[in-house]
């Protein structure tokens, strides 16, 4: 498994260079009345950086809970309706404590993406960069490291879906 780690400065010099650069993505406000007809999960950018696993429990973990965050857009009878694409471009998983220190160390893990609204015809309509970032407690020296894992990136999938319906502006 390939976690990527960085420092949490690194990592948020990373996030403000994104959210600082320009023409990365189009931001438009929300259309009136949105509906949206179905929602997929791109992790794509995640696989091509080499992040397979991570991508793997994106991909598991984001679509239901973006259900839950959007219940009250979608119509999927409506074929009429935009289709919502949640990109998600990198996870970042801050580092571990040392062995010297604490054995529950605090850090900041990220991720990063964006919201992506497709037209009936498949046309990008609008899209909501977004970059979130939690808290999480890692632990030393345990046989369930692969399992602390997934659950940092699990918490940083439902950041994402709790944030992205405010970043449309829903």
């Known amino acids: 498994m390939d976690n990527r780690l960085l420092t949490r400065r690194a990592a948020l010099s990373t996030l403000a260079a994104l959210a600082a650069a320009p023409g990365i993505a189009m931001a438009a406000a929300p259309v009136a009345g949105t509906r949206f007809r179905e929602i997929r999960v791109d992790v794509a950018p995640l696989r091509a950086n080499g992040s397979g696993q991570i991508a793997d429990w994106i991909a598991a973990e984001l679509p239901g809970l973006l259900r839950k965050s959007f219940a009250a857009y979608l119509a999927p009878d409506d074929r009429g309706a935009a289709t919502l694409v949640a990109r998600v471009d990198q996870v970042f998983l801050g580092p571990s404590g040392s062995v010297d220190t604490n054995p529950v160390a605090d850090t900041t893990d990220g991720i990063v993406g964006a919201g992506v609204v497709l037209g009936a015809g498949g046309q990008q309509l609008a899209s909501y960069p977004l970059s979130a ?3 999480a407690d890692t632990y030393l020296n345990q046989p369930y490291q692969l399992e602390i894992t997934h659950r940092r990136v699990d918490t940083l999938a439902q950041s994402f879906a709790q944030w ?5 502006g829903m």
């Open 164 to 168: 992205l319906p405010g970043q449309m």
């Open 133 to 135: 970032s939690v808290g």
